[in-house]
């Protein structure tokens, strides 16, 4: 096939040269260069039943080969293989999405306050099965959780409406550590932390740990709170929250911090 495609190529290109001169060159049987390739007619009446089997769906060859044997049993599977991917009857294979690579983003060392917040989504269900979210943020420095947003949803509006309320109580942090979820990448999100002089600090896709210290929060408020209580409304989450809250920044040691709570390692 090769060959043939040289000859092809060479008399496309050099419009002197001979078919018997190319096929030299090449070392093609000329005879190999007259031949047409033919449809056996048996073929026919399969390609035919294929087609009619296929209809305006898009099945593969396995499903066809069941619907055409229904249609016809005397049909082997090796006849139908051979017909189906001869005659181009086969799916085109859809391209895989090109994921592009991102850089690792470990986290850095922070040496006071408002360096660097982390913010994450956890999500529960009330006693009447609804569903709702919670928006955590906790600063690196002293791992202090600055506030937990109860809501049955966090649009990014949501979330900066949040973040407003804690630079008003806490002040503004220089970076802002998320993964890469629709409400972080929002366009609406972007534009406010430019607006704010406020670095997004985005952790590579499928990578948690590079976001440790939140999740390392999320999994305590997990399994004190949100396994543990049964919530009978967002005002009912909330309030339990923010009580454990205060209970997890002022009287909770932590082993990272040396055994002292969040607001004693600031001081």
Known sequence: MQKEQCVRYIRDTFKKASRARACRLMGQARSGMYYVKKMPAKDKSIKDVIIAAIGSRRIGREKVTVLVQRMD?????????????NEGLSLRSRMRKRRFKQVANPIEMTFAKNEEWAMDFMSDSLSNGRRFRTLNIVDHYNRECLGIDVRHSIPALKVISYLEIMIDTHGKPKRIRTDNGPEFTSKRLQTWLDEKKIKWN????????QNAIVER???????????SQIFESIENAQ?????WLEDYNSVRPHQA???QTPLEYAM
């Open 73 to 85: 049993p005397t049909i082997g599977s090796s006849k139908i293989r051979r017909v189906y991917q």
């Open 202 to 209: 985005p952790i590579q896709n499928g990578k948690p740990q």
């Open 217 to 227: 929060f999320n999994r305590t408020f997990r399994e004190d709170i949100l396994d």
């Open 239 to 243: 309030a339990i929250s923010q009580e």
């Open 257 to 259: 911090l040396k055994n």
